[in-house]
């Protein structure tokens, strides 16, 4: 399957986050997987793209204008590049066959709130799954329910996406898609 890894690029966050990313990507790339990969070298998004390159994976990155020049630089199968960050997000969108996010800041939140608006209107029947590691996406979960609680989302909306705690749950649940 061709997954699109949604973490932080930042070189700050934390030894544990990388290892993350690291053995993530180690299971993702062992079943055989693809990458789609946001196009960013640092932080857990680099450990995401060199963990699928040291497997022997595929990668297909996608990135905005003004990283073209990161992208370049990289080892890639196949890449684009769009005008801005919203056409980056749905390049990705439309190139992958699973969206998964790991804990992340800002832009992985956009990621997930683009990926589950482009879900939600266009009507694909696509996976994705927030990976809450330590319990790291549970203040989101959080609003979401009292969206849900003050009628500004549905029902409909808080199924759009999946949640998964640890990397067998995740397995297996790519498993169970496999066999649909």
């Known amino acids: 399957m061709r997954i699109f890894i949604g973490c932080s690029a930042k070189d700050t966050v934390s030894m544990e986050y990388k290892k ?16 789609v990969f946001g196009g960013f070298e640092g932080g857990m998004m680099g450990k995401c ?3 699928f390159r040291y497997e022997g994976s595929r990668v297909k990155a996608i990135a905005d204008i003004t990283d073209a020049k990161e992208v370049e630089a990289l080892d890639v199968d196949a890449s684009e590049i769009t005008l801005n960050t919203f056409k980056r997000c749905e390049k990705i969108f439309e190139s992958s066959e699973v969206i998964l996010l790991l804990p992340g800041g800002v832009g992985t939140l956009r990621e997930f ?3 589950l608006d482009e879900k939600r209107t266009k009507g694909f029947d696509k996976p994705i ?5 330590n319990k790291f996406f549970t203040p989101i979960l959080n609003v979401l329910t009292k969206y849900y609680e003050e009628k500004f989302v549905s029902k409909k909306d808080l199924k759009l996406f999946d949640v998964v705690s640890d990397i067998k749950s995740l397995e297996m649940y790519l498993n169970n898609l496999e066999r649909k």
């Open 20 to 35: 993350l990313a690291s053995d993530v990507s180690t299971m993702l790339a062992k079943r055989g997987d693809k990458l």
């Open 129 to 133: 799954i927030l990976f809450n590691y």
């Open 49 to 51: 793209y060199y963990t």
């Open 113 to 115: 709130f683009s990926m």
